[in-house]
């Protein structure tokens, strides 16, 4: 079993930049892949960013070039790194393995970005 709990959200102004990290308990977190999702209210959960257990990245389109997923196994957490943010940015951020596992999933960290 493993708990996800992310925290670093907030409010910012546009190409302001935010850290979101997840904390995870487990010890099977190394031998996950994990992402970032994120969540606007009316739509579906998306993939935004995704790191293997070597450090190998993948990026949705709309996070390339701003965005960057990286991970400590040796602290059991994972981070992304929000830079240029833009209002469409604004969602709840969550954390969790690739693919998501259903009772893996936190509370989210909420992400408000605007003048």
């Known amino acids: 079993q493993v708990q996800l709990v992310e925290s670093g959200g907030g409010f910012v102004q546009p190409g302001g930049s935010l850290r979101l990290s997840c904390s995870a308990s487990?010890?099977?977190?190394?031998?996950?892949?994990m992402a970032w999702y994120r969540q606007v209210p009316g739509k579906e959960r998306d993939l935004g960013a995704a790191?293997?257990?070597?450090?190998?990245?993948y990026y949705a389109a709309a996070m390339k070039g701003r965005f960057t997923i990286s991970r400590e196994n040796a602290e059991n957490a994972v981070y992304l790194q929000m830079n240029s943010l833009q209002p469409e940015d604004t969602a709840v951020y969550y954390c969790?393995?690739?693919?998501?596992?259903?009772?893996?999933w936190g509370q989210g960290t909420q992400v408000n970005v605007s003048y």
């Open positions: 969790n393995a690739l693919p998501p596992m259903l009772n893996f």
């Open positions: 487990g010890s099977i977190f190394k031998s996950l892949r």
């Open positions: 790191i293997t257990q070597g450090g190998s990245t």
